[in-house]
Nanobody
């Protein structure tokens, strides 16, 4: 039910904005669920990057604090991840995750060149 987009190739220091849409999810369900962004670099385990609760409280991995911002637009059933000051180590496949439903999107590739 989750569809990510917005990935691509960017130079270090650049920005990207990822989106995760849930077009078939009932609005009340989307609004009430906590959502997260994860990423998986080649050869590494999937790690949580940022999370946002239904009440819009946010948390971030230490590696992205001050550079990434997670947000949500419940009316559009969309989760966002604004990524600034990107580094080569941010490279990976980014996934959105619905914690309550344990539902994952298919992922979107982010590649940061040095």
């Amino acid at each position: 039910q989750l569809v990510e987009s917005g990935g691509g190739l960017v130079q270090a220091g650049g920005s990207l904005r990822l989106s995760c849409k849930a077009p078939r999810m009932i609005l009340s369900t989307f609004s009430g669920n906590d959502l997260e962004w994860y990423r998986q670099a080649p050869g590494k385990q999937r790690e949580m990057v940022a999370g946002i609760t239904s009440g819009r409280a946010t948390n971030y991995a230490d590696s992205v604090k001050g550079r990434f911002t997670i947000s949500r637009d419940n009316g559009k059933r969309t989760l966002y991840l604004q990524m600034n000051s990107l580094k080569p180590e941010d490279t990976g496949v980014y996934y959105c995750h619905d914690r309550a439903l344990n539902d994952w999107g298919q992922g979107t590739q982010v590649t940061v060149s040095s």
